[in-house]
């Protein structure tokens, strides 16, 4: 049984980038919801144009076109071996619908929430600086330019995201725990919510990731071999 890896976690635990570690060690494509819809609002169709506007106005897309998008994005043959989902569910009509399509799919839910400490998460937002040329990333805290407010590699000057300020920091953090947390429980509550720890380095938390992932499949091998 192949596995639907879901990334939980906030802005800021790194769960883009090790979305993409994983998905490289084990070869699963990634099924991220924000791109596919931000390429569907591209599209000069009525479905373009409606989620267009969803996208522009900040809300969330409603579940019935999330349910096809992601139906449709994971029956392609790529995904048949499993997939990592990013951006999905997030709600708990959405964790219905992901329970529809991983039984029809035959694939099982396991899903990895990286968890890491406010403050450390205020420090990676709230010290993130890019430059206005090139887009390097630094951090004032872990990764500062050799000079401050200059990029490294081109001269030009760094710049702090507009949203990366401390009182929006908090409200991003405080929205995303609001309303994952439904989310969370009904996925811990069926053991299939593993919380990994989001601090140290890419490596480490890649390890630990995988380290779960390895528990999951044994785990089901014992469970074959007992019922044989
Ligand atoms: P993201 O790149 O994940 O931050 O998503 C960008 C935007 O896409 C969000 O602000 C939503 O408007 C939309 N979106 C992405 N995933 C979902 C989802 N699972 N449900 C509803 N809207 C979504």
Redesign the pocket.
């Known amino acids: 049984m192949a596995n639907i890896i879901v990334m939980m976690g906030p802005q800021g635990a790194g769960k883009g980038t090790q979305a993409q570690m994983l998905a490289d060690k084990l070869g699963l494509p990634i099924i ?7 390429d569907v609002a591209r599209g000069d169709s009525e479905l373009g144009n409606l ?1 267009r506007e ?2 522009a ?7 019935e ?2 349910a096809r998008v ?1 139906s449709e994005c994971t029956c392609e043959p790529r995904c048949g071996g499993g997939y990592i989902l ?6 708990p009509p ?1 964790a219905r619908q992901l329970e529809q399509i991983a039984q029809s799919q035959g694939h099982r839910i396991l899903v990895v929430k990286i968890s890491v400490p406010t403050e450390l998460l205020y420090k990676r937002l709230a010290g993130r600086r890019t430059c206005t040329h090139c887009n390097a990333i630094y951090n004032i805290y872990f990764k500062p330019p050799a000079q401050p407010g200059v990029c490294d590699l081109d001269g030009h000057a760094l710049f702090t995201r507009s949203d990366d300020n401390e009182e929006s920091i908090a409200k991003r953090l405080e929205l995303y725990e609001e309303k994952t947390r439904p989310l969370l429980d009904y996925y811990d509550e069926s053991g299939r919510l593993h919380v990994v720890d989001g601090t140290g380095s890419p490596e480490e938390v890649h390890a630990r990731i995988l380290e779960v992932t390895r528990r999951a499949s044994v785990g089901e091998a014992d469970v074959k071999r007992g019922g044989e």
Not at 32 to 38: E, F, K, S, V, Y
Not at 86 to 91: L, N, V
């Open positions: 991220a919801t924000g791109d596919i819809l931000r989620v969803i996208l106005s900040g809300q969330l897309v409603p579940d076109i999330l992601v990013d951006g999905f569910p997030r709600t959405q």
